[in-house]
């Protein structure tokens, strides 16, 4: 299997683990297009294991169509890029996610 297949294998996964017959019923993980064009990723972590866990900020400007925000701010994972940046801001969010369970 790729890594993308098995990224978003792994969200998905992520996501499951945490519907609890009420955290799934808000928008809780929104993945969404930008004007830019780009993507972005919004995922509330309240009620997650991931709840209060510190994130450093990444700020990465490679060009005006590639680059990369994440922050968590208020238990949400904020999160935006260029239009081919999608995996690699899940990618940011698994790697945290996975050091922080």
């Not at 978003?8 to 809780?28: A, M, P, R, Y």
């Not at 990465?60 to 922050?71: G, K």
Request: charged fraction near 25%; aromatic fraction near 12%.
């Amino acid at each position: 299997m790729d890594k993308e297949v098995l990224l978003l294998s792994w969200i998905q996964e992520w996501f499951v683990t945490n519907c609890d017959g009420d955290w799934e019923h808000d928008k809780n993980l929104v993945i969404e297009t930008i004007d830019n064009p780009g993507w972005s990723v919004f995922i509330n972590l309240t009620g997650t294991y991931l709840e209060n866990k510190s994130f450093k900020l990444i700020e990465i400007n490679r060009s005006e169509s590639d680059w990369i925000y994440c922050a968590v701010k208020k238990n949400k994972f904020e999160s935006a890029g260029g239009s081919k940046n999608l995996i690699e801001i899940l990618q940011i969010f698994q790697v945290w996610a996975e050091e922080n369970h």
